[in-house]
């Protein structure tokens, strides 16, 4: 099977912290770029973090210095670690590999 499974998501109160997971499938994981995108309602679709094959890093403005992708090829996983969560990180959290196979989602909730 090709597909991603996201898991991890759930209710926090604002300045708390998640960790996601994406467990890849079918693919050839250490030759994937990863990605992290999440979506708000009524918000377009927006890009999060990536991190390559030699895991390079790329984070949106809004999150940096408080979301850290990282990736274990042994476990075909990449997650997404966050800190100092604010109430406009709410969204569904979706993992992505090459831009081109998407998971179901995860949602993330913060509480002010």
């Known amino acids: 099977q090709v597909q991603l499974v996201e898991s991890g998501g759930g209710l926090v109160q604002a300045g708390g912290s998640l960790r996601l997971s994406c467990v890849a499938s079918g693919i050839f994981f250490r030759l994937s770029t990863m990605a992290w995108y999440r979506q708000a309602p009524g918000k377009q679709r927006e890009l999060v973090a990536t991190?390559?094959?030699?895991?390079?890093?790329n984070y949106a403005d809004s999150v940096k210095g408080r979301f850290t992708i990282s990736r274990d090829n042994e476990q075909n996983t990449v997650y997404l670690q966050m800190n100092t969560l604010k109430p406009e990180d709410t969204a569904m959290y979706y993992c992505a590999a090459n831009s081109n196979l998407w998971g179901q989602g995860t949602q993330v909730t913060v509480s002010s």
């Open positions: 991190i390559s094959i030699a895991r390079n890093t």
